[in-house]
């Protein structure tokens, strides 16, 4: 599937959306501050109390609003604080998955990693390692997308002479 | 008893406070007695250093780890050789990081490492000491700091001139060659190891060479052309 | 652009916290960026915000400027967000009206380009402020706690704990592996620095255990279930079958001395295999409880484990009235509830096997540390007297340390006591035989109140100190003094060659290692390990006895290698974490729990989500129902809910589109 | 089973008893070997003191003729070409910029390496695909009562311990028992034999020759059976200055081929058996008339 964007601009960094849980990958990523471990400045952190909660429509949301990557991080399989929630999400993902290469969403651009309290190393590895391939893919731009598919249904609309009923219901101001 | 020992002469000056005659000569038989005592500072000043030599060997693949030496001496501990050694290789290891670059390239050390790896496989840090001490016989090579006649860097240089030539190596060939650049001595010295090779049908100084000998000579010319790039 | 309630008056506050947040992020610009924002009333940079003047600030700025929501952009909330909640209440605001951002871990500590930084915290500052017009207020639950506590470990550690805790009227229960408590102590001859008796100070403290109305002590038993909470924990026992019962059992040994095996022949375990024991045994003279047990793998009464009661049994015959040996004895299962737990399961040593050059298990005379503590001691296999495996009294001993420590091969770390118990077995080694004594290490670490003192009487004693790991231990000899003799091949570091040392004897001062079982406790009790498989703590500074878990806490070995007067301190200190729960009475609930919102179409799909079966459906609504009490607050119903009918605290999904909403707003 | 055949310039010179013994020994077992066709010098250690990159290059034009035969697995019977091959590969994989300039030197010949061949040594091959009983079941006069030191050397377990142990390899050990020979307790299995040493710096490269000698010898060895054609040369070649050195110490050196050849009933012809300067004169008894050869 080939991504809906342009090539990258020289000056562009990515932005990816953590959600953390808050037991294992929370912590770790504290660890890896305390352990003064330097890594790409891309990441967001989303602090939730289990990767169970993530919902498949923050990922959906997340890429809306203009972010290039999604990386989810949990406890290990065996290790949930609330037993399997790991487990519930690790499921949700693997659908999600395939419904965002459907959607011609890059696989690199999500990524589900267990990464216990302890492996603050693995905070840095990941993050450094999910900002070079999405660095290498270039940003996803939606908000822009979203942009100019509008501007290409209002156009639509304004030569069928009926532009009141399909205008844009999106948010697309958020992005700048 | 002890009057009638040979008294080293360094000691004879007042330089050392004690009488001389008093303390027992604990020479051995076989060992040199102490010789005449040159003045020579073994201090070393940080001009003395070849700021980042240790770096560079770092930056080389395999080598990196040496930067988490801890000095345990497990090198020194297991390697064979290390008893003929000037500098243990431990102590090239901290010489080297600590960018003292004349001392670790004229050391005997790192012609005498025999490649076994086994300070490689001991290592609690997992430092690839063999691999190091290749770097450094290849930087010694390369700026031509050895011994005049010293047999292991013409070896070296030997063997890959015959294999950029004919893709293989004529071990016979090659010994002789050796022979000859280093001591007439050391292969009159050998003599039986030669009537031995005759006598067992060992002994060939057939070439043995490659048909397409033409693409080894290529294919360093490409690694030359990249580094020279 | 985004709108904000009208009545939303939101207070932000960025914290340079001295020079950690303030040398990587710019705080005057970010406060001054956050100014601007919709629904921000009032936007300040201060020095410390976690200090009293900088909570006494936000106080004042609820009142003087009628704020209702506080944003505060400091460090980890897993640090500080309960301060600055109780801070926000203190203003008279619900503490749930409150969001914090960390910019530190999570970005000046992490990063290195002031500008990007910067943005980062800008980025983290608006989803924040976006955020927490959405918060609604709460009422945290209080659960009371139920005062009996659970230590788990009978070592030094968890009698130490377990008899704090008993001391002070709470009621124990402590569970120990092994038939008697006392764990590796127990085993040693003397401690350093002081060499006092290891017995003679372990052995007032087990018999206190034992004696201790307050202390329920199973020995011989495991924990194999734990459910519940902080407070309330619900832990199942096993009690494995020692073949005796310990209410009639005086301790008298009459079985063991009539036992049909008139000489003890097997494997004795408390001296790590110098010495033989009988099928049914004690395993030391003051073990505690001072009970017998049966080893089924050897009594003729069972064949590989199994009853046949084929023996004449005068083991029986002999315990006569009391009739305390009952071979038809089953592993039980008991249920206890307590509210907290002590988990303090110790160490193992390092399997010396495994470093081959050294020879352990090739060359007879190559021996543990563990091994020597046992032939040094009175009470040991020979009372005391170093004979080697071949009978000789050696007359030159070498002590290698950091075996299985310090070495990327198999553990890294420095097992902390090796070299203290070296020297301390240096100087007994010394004593009992008079031998020419190597140490040979990387280096020496002594760091404790008397130990480099100790160091130095070992040097004034004439024992030798080669700074060199070894390289290997040999059986050939290059000399004739060599001959018949272990060969330890060394670079002296210090002299800068190698030498060839011929001993009679080699020590290998093993490390400390995790239990190998330390990953099965570790979900057991839902706690954390370090990637070197020690037990992790909360905080490496400020929580080092508690755990991830509230309720929980470890103390001794499991949490990484220490020694006794360490042990003994965070034992103390883990049992007054959990006087402090006890004592308050109640605990209380992070309000984060999960609940159903009126739209709910019944469909049940929820309903196996919930680990802790919360929820449940509600035939006469035909809604599902969450029990409060249940709910842990994962929010995986919330997330899994095809109609989006379930909602969670403190995580409503539109405080966290909200959030993902402002983090990508620029 | 096929593999490609890499032999090396020591199979050819100094070493060419071990060829001599490897292929009808093999032959014997149903291995079928292909000799690479136009290999080169595989880079050796030599080399590498010379130049790494260059050895590695070498090596990898060896490696990239013996994926394009055809024939997936390569052997290489010399322990240094051995572990030069291995050495290269693995550089390979983990050194982007090595794997480079391998390409573009392969690229120059019109060669490539995809970087899967797997370099196999014949104990490898012998014990994990041919099987100990396989060999036992070929086994015509088992060599009972010799007792064999078994030697590997520094460069088949260091630094990478492919198919067996790196402290206490036994590959050897376990196919000396099934040949029928008694093994010698011998801890100095992986030590070094001294290299190129006893050549350039003789002082100290026949001192560890003679320390494995002499340890040989001090525990009944008959033989050390050798994985290595430089070990082999060097435990055999320098008779003459160990003798003057350090007296009596010497013990026959065989390659483990030889020894399998013998138990096979081959003829000391077809094993080289006459390349030796020490000779090994052991040979095994007959098996007696009625009984059958135990496997």
Not at chain 1, 31 to 52: D, E, P
Request: proline letters at 5%; aromatic letters at 8%.
């Amino acid at each position: 599937m080939s991504e809906l964007t342009p090539p990258s601009p020289a000056a562009w960094t990515p932005r990816i959306i953590a959600f953390f849980c808050n037991w294992c990958t929370y912590t770790a990523a504290d660890l890896a501050g305390v352990s003064r471990l330097k890594y790409a400045s891309t990441t967001r952190v989303i602090r939730l109390m289990c990767s169970g909660r993530v919902d498949p429509q923050f990922i959906l949301d997340a890429f809306r609003q203009g972010a290039d990557g999604v990386l989810i991080g949990g406890c290990h399989p065996g290790d949930c604080h609330y037993v399997e929630g790991n487990y519930k999400m690790l499921r949700r993902f693997q659908l999600l998955k395939r419904l965002l290469k459907d959607l011609g969403i890059a696989e690199q651009r999500v990524r589900l990693e267990w990464i216990s309290a302890a492996e603050g190393e693995r905070v840095k590895t990941v993050v450094n390692e999910m900002t070079a391939q999405i660095k290498a893919l270039g940003p996803l731009g939606m908000p822009q997308a979203f942009a100019t598919w509008d501007q290409e249904v209002s156009e639509l609309a304004r030569r069928t002479g009926d532009a009141g009923e399909v205008e844009s219901q999106e948010p697309v101001a958020a992005a700048k | 008893m002890v009057k009638s020992m040979t008294t080293p002469p360094a000691t004879k000056k007042a330089t050392v406070p004690t009488r001389s005659s008093d303390r027992p000569n604990v020479q051995r038989p076989g060992e040199e007695s102490v010789p005449i005592m040159k003045m020579r500072p073994t201090i070393k000043y940080e001009a003395d250093r070849v700021r980042g030599f240790g770096r560079e060997i770092m930056s080389v693949p395999g080598c990196e780890q040496l930067q988490s030496c801890i000095q345990c001496g497990t090198c020194s501990g297991v390697c064979p050789l290390s008893i003929y050694m000037d500098h243990t290789p431990r102590q090239v290891m901290a010489l080297t990081r600590a960018d003292f670059k004349n001392e670790v390239l004229r050391s005997r050390t790192i012609w005498l490492c025999a490649s076994c790896y086994a300070c490689t496989v001991e290592c609690p840090q997992e430092i690839r000491i063999t691999d190091i001490m290749y770097e450094l016989k290849q930087r010694a090579i390369l700026e031509g700091i050895f011994p005049k006649r010293f047999p292991i860097p013409i070896l070296a240089y030997d063997f890959s001139e015959m294999v950029k030539k004919n893709g293989r190596i004529t071990e016979m060939i090659l010994v002789i060659k050796l022979f000859m650049k280093t001591s007439w001595l050391a292969a009159l010295g050998n003599w039986r190891l030669g009537i031995d090779l005759i006598k067992t049908g060992r002994f060939s100084l057939v070439t043995e060479k490659i048909k397409h000998h033409g693409d080894i000579a290529r294919m360093m010319d490409a690694v030359d052309d990249q580094k020279g790039s | 652009m985004v709108s904000i309630k009208q009545d939303i008056r939101i207070g932000f506050y960025v914290c340079h916290c001295g020079h950690n947040i303030a040398s990587m992020v710019d705080c005057p610009e970010v406060a001054s960026y956050v100014e601007k924002l919709p629904g921000v009333v009032l936007s300040r940079d201060y020095k410390y915000m976690c200090s009293d003047p900088g909570q006494e600030l936000i106080q004042k700025d609820i009142k003087e400027f009628d704020l209702n929501r506080v944003v505060v952009a400091s460090c980890s909330p897993l640090l500080h967000e309960h301060t600055f909640r109780t801070a926000v209440a203190a203003g008279g605001l619900n503490p749930f009206f409150f969001h914090m951002v960390n910019i530190r871990e999570h970005d000046s500590w992490v990063h290195t380009d002031r500008k990007e930084a910067t943005a980062k915290a800008k980025a983290l500052a608006r989803a924040a402020i976006r955020r927490v017009a959405h918060h609604k207020a709460l009422e945290v639950k209080q659960v009371p706690v139920n005062p009996d506590v659970l230590v788990v470990g009978g070592g030094i550690a968890g009698i130490h704990a377990a008899l704090t805790l008993a001391n002070a009227g709470k009621k124990v229960y402590l569970v120990e592996r092994e038939p008697s408590i006392g764990g590796h102590m127990a085993k040693f001859d003397k401690t350093f620095p002081t060499l006092d008796c290891a017995a003679c100070i372990l052995t007032p403290k087990m018999s206190s255990v034992g004696a201790h109305e307050n202390i329920t002590l199973w020995s011989y038993s495991e924990v194999v279930k734990m459910d519940g909470y902080v407070g309330n924990y619900t832990v199942m026992v096993k009690r494995k079958a020692r073949f005796i019962n310990e209410d009639l059992c005086t301790g008298c040994q009459e079985c063991v001395a009539n036992c049909i095996y008139k000489e003890p022949k097997f494997t004795d375990e408390f001296n790590e295999g110098l010495g033989k024991r009988k099928p049914v045994y004690i395993p030391f003279p003051q073990a505690t409880p001072q009970v017998v047990l049966i080893d089924p793998d050897v009594c003729l009464n069972f064949k590989r484990g199994v009853l046949t009661d084929k023996c004449k049994k005068t083991c029986v015959e002999a315990c006569g009235d009391r009739k305390a040996i009952d071979f038809k004895q089953k592993e039980q299962f008991t249920e206890i509830k307590v509210g907290t737990i002590i988990v303090a399961t110790g160490f193992q040593t390092f399997d010396a096997k495994r470093v081959l050059p050294y020879g352990y298990g090739v060359y007879p005379n190559v021996y543990t540390a563990m091994e020597v503590e046992r032939l040094v001691n009175a009470s040991g296999p020979t009372s005391g007297e170093v004979i080697l495996r071949d009978g000789r009294q050696p007359k030159a001993i070498g002590i290698i340390h950091c075996v299985g420590s310090r070495d990327k091969k198999t553990n890294r770390w420095c097992s902390r006591v090796c070299c203290m118990y070296s020297m301390k077995l240096a100087h007994l080694l010394k004593e009992h035989t008079g031998a020419e004594i190597y140490n040979f290490y990387i280096d020496i670490r002594a760091p404790g109140k008397g130990y480099e003192e100790f160091y130095d009487k070992l040097n004034e004693e004439g024992v030798h100190f080669v700074r060199g790991r070894v390289g290997e231990v040999t059986d050939w000899g290059m000399t004739p003094e060599e001959e018949g003799k272990l060969v330890i091949r060394v670079e002296d570091t210090l002299a800068g060659f190698v030498r060839r040392i011929p001993v009679d004897m080699v020590v290998l001062a093993t490390g400390l290692e995790p239990q190998a079982d330390a990953q099965d406790v570790r979900r057991l009790f839902n706690m954390s390990c370090g990637t070197e498989g020690f037990f992790l703590e909360r905080h490496p500074k400020l929580a080092p006895v508690n755990t991830f878990t509230d309720g929980i806490f470890i103390a001794g070995c499991c949490q990484g290698p220490r020694d006794i007067p360490d042990t003994v301190a965070q034992a103390g200190a883990a049992a007054a974490e959990a006087m402090v729960l006890i004592d308050k009475g109640h605990v209380e609930q992070e309000p984060n729990t999960a609940y159903v919102l009126p739209d709910c179409c019944g469909c049940k799909s929820c309903l196996p989500l919930c680990p802790y079966t919360a929820i449940t459906f509600d035939e006469a609504t035909k809604k599902a129902v969450i029990n409060e009490a249940l709910c842990k607050g994962c929010g995986t119903c919330v997330s899994s809910c095809p109609s989006g009918s379930i909602a969670q605290n403190l995580f409503e999904d539109e405080e966290v589109f909200s959030e993902i909403e402002g983090v990508l707003a620029d | 089973m096929k593999y490609s055949y890499f032999p090396g310039c020591s199979l050819k010179g100094l070493g060419r008893a071990y060829e001599e013994s490897l292929l009808p020994v093999m032959k014997h077992l149903g291995v079928e070997l292909q000799e690479l066709d136009d290999w080169n010098c595989c880079g050796a250690t030599a080399y590498m003191a010379v130049d790494e990159v260059k050895a590695c290059v070498l090596a990898a034009r060896n490696l990239a003729l013996a994926e394009k035969s055809g024939l997936n697995q390569v052997m290489a019977p010399c322990a240094a070409c051995y572990l030069v091959l291995n050495k290269a590969k693995h550089y390979f994989h983990d050194y982007p910029a090595m794997k480079a300039t391998m390409d573009r030197a392969l690229n120059a010949v019109g060669l490539h390496y995809s970087g899967d061949t797997p370099v196999r040594h014949p104990l490898d091959i012998l014990l994990n695909d041919v099987g100990l009983e396989a060999i036992k079941q070929k086994v015509e006069k088992p060599l009972k009562g010799l007792k064999v030191a078994t030697y590997y050397g520094c460069q088949i377990v260091r630094p990478y311990a492919t198919f067996d142990d790196q402290y206490n390899p036994t590959t050897m050990d376990r196919l000396m028992e099934a040949l029928g020979a008694t093994l010698v307790h011998y801890p100095l299995k992986t030590k070094c034999c001294g290299g190129s040493l006893t050549g350039t710096l003789p002082e100290a490269g026949i001192r560890l020759v003679y320390i494995l000698l002499n340890e040989a010898k001090k525990r009944g060895a008959d033989c050390i059976a050798t994985v290595c054609p430089l070990c082999q040369f060097n435990l055999d070649g320098y008779h003459s200055q160990l003798k003057a050195q350090y007296g009596d110490v010497l013990v026959p050196t065989v390659y483990f081929t030889q020894l399998m050849g013998l138990a096979f009933g081959l003829s000391d012809k077809e094993l080289g058996l006459n390349r030796a300067a020490v000779p090994f004169k052991w040979r095994p008894p007959l098996p007696a008339a009625a009984t059958p050869v135990p496997a």
